[in-house]
């Protein structure tokens, strides 16, 4: 019943856009009126998203700029960038100056609705590689209580479908969190380190087996104590100027690796 409890709120709160708790109540307290306010915030967020309802992958976010880029003559070092709000939030034009490299991050996505959008936002687009980077907000449960084995089952449709269509697909481990800042409780406590740990384990272990480009931009983030390094990220979950700027490097030299092979 708990863990009931607190997925609603956890949902309630990522997609109404309120914090997850004002003030730190007591335990007790706090189970005797989670039950009302969560379903108090899982209606309201249930009106707001209209949009969700109509077009659950979110189809349109891209679908014209994928109108644009089809026009244009297939470019052999395209690469897609492909996952949730950190890639979304990630200025590519800016890191990756003169790159042919395109965005397809949309915030709060999880792996289900990612693969939803995969042939338009990936596969119809033809690029040489596609960077996976998702999995945390499935952890954390935007789209409803998913297990790990949920999650990898979707990653590994997603690379099956680039094999399928010449596509070379790396995938990125999921980036550590930390709580050091009040911005940051709410991710933090809706993603427990061992499930990151054993989601990246899986991810590994999968790209070893398959002869996939793996990207650790976890061991380059986390702390000594399995945190994500303070001076990455402001909110504890999005990397700022710095946290990008480590990624950048990582993934460069993976694809300057992918690049120099043909």
């Known amino acids: 019943m708990r863990r009931f409890i607190f997925v609603m709120i956890v949902l309630s709160s990522i997609f109404s856009g309120a914090p997850l708790f004002s003030q730190t109540l007591p335990s007790n307290e706090g189970t005797q009126n989670a039950a009302q306010v969560a379903a108090q915030h899982l209606l309201q967020w249930r009106r707001s998203r209209v949009t969700l309802a109509d077009d659950w992958g979110e189809l349109e976010r891209y679908r014209a700029d994928n109108t644009r880029l089809a026009a244009l003559p297939a470019d052999r070092e395209r690469v897609v960038f492909f996952g949730d709000s950190i890639t979304d939030g990630w200025k590519l034009e800016e890191y990756f100056p003169g790159r042919p490299y395109v965005n397809r991050g949309i915030s709060g996505q999880t792996t289900p609705q990612m693969l939803v959008r995969f042939r338009q936002d990936v596969i119809d687009l033809h690029p040489r590689a596609v960077v996976i980077l998702a999995g945390t907000n499935d952890i954390a449960g935007n789209t409803g209580p998913m297990r790990n084995q949920e999650i990898e089952a ?7 479908l680039a094999k399928a269509n010449n596509i070379q697909v790396m995938f990125a481990s999921v980036t550590p969190v930390h709580n050091f800042t009040p911005s940051s409780q709410d991710y933090f406590y809706t993603r427990p380190q061992a499930r990151i740990l054993a989601l990246n384990k899986w ?11 793996y990207i650790d931009y976890y061991s380059a983030m986390v702390d000594a104590n399995g945190m994500l390094k303070r001076e990455f990220a402001d909110d504890g979950l999005h990397p700022n100027a710095a946290g990008y700027r480590v990624m950048t490097q990582i993934v460069s030299e993976a694809l300057k690796n992918l690049m120099a092979k043909n």
């Open 154 to 160: 979707n990653l590994a449709s997603m690379a099956d």
């Open 203 to 213: 991810l590994r272990e999968y790209c070893a087996a398959n002869a996939i480009p």
